[in-house]
Nanobody, 121 residues
Framework: QVQLVESGGGLVQPGGSLRLSCAASGSIVSINAMGWYRQAPGKERELVAAMATRGSTNYADSVKGRFTISRDNAKNTVYLQMNSLKPEDTAVYYC???????????????WGQGTQVTVSS
């Protein structure tokens, strides 16, 4: 009923930039927070950045000052602008949305399929 479709991953050199996008579609009544998580090989999934509907944001310390999250609520889309990328940013990046589906009244977390970001020279 709900799909989160991500795009924008790829290979980039250290110091480069990438922009990730994630569009939510389906029988959505409302979306609370949208954000990005990442998981590197052998590590647990971690929060990168999240944004509530009213605009408050939360960033991992490791990306503050380099990554910027934004949302287009009219399009149910969240973006992650990643600048000054480092090799340690290499991971699969997952989009997350906490939302209410038509016919239910309880918000649930939905996830995208993940997009690979590789930072390497």
């Amino acid at each position: 009923q709900v799909q989160l479709v991500e795009s924008g991953g790829g290979l980039v050199q250290p110091g480069g930039s990438l922009r990730l996008s994630c569009a939510a579609s389906g029988s959505i009544v409302s979306i609370n927070a949208m954000g990005w998580y990442r998981q590197a090989p052998g590590k647990e999934r971690e929060l990168v950045a999240a944004m509530a509907t009213r605009g408050s944001t939360n960033y991992a310390d490791s990306v503050k000052g380099r990554f910027t999250i934004s949302r287009d609520n009219a399009k149910n889309t969240v973006y992650l602008q990643m600048n000054s990328l480092k090799p340690e940013d290499t991971a699969v990046y997952y989009c997350n949305a906490n939302l209410v589906v038509l016919g239910t009244w309880v918000p649930y977390d939905y996830w995208g399929q993940g997009t690979q970001v590789t930072v390497s020279s």
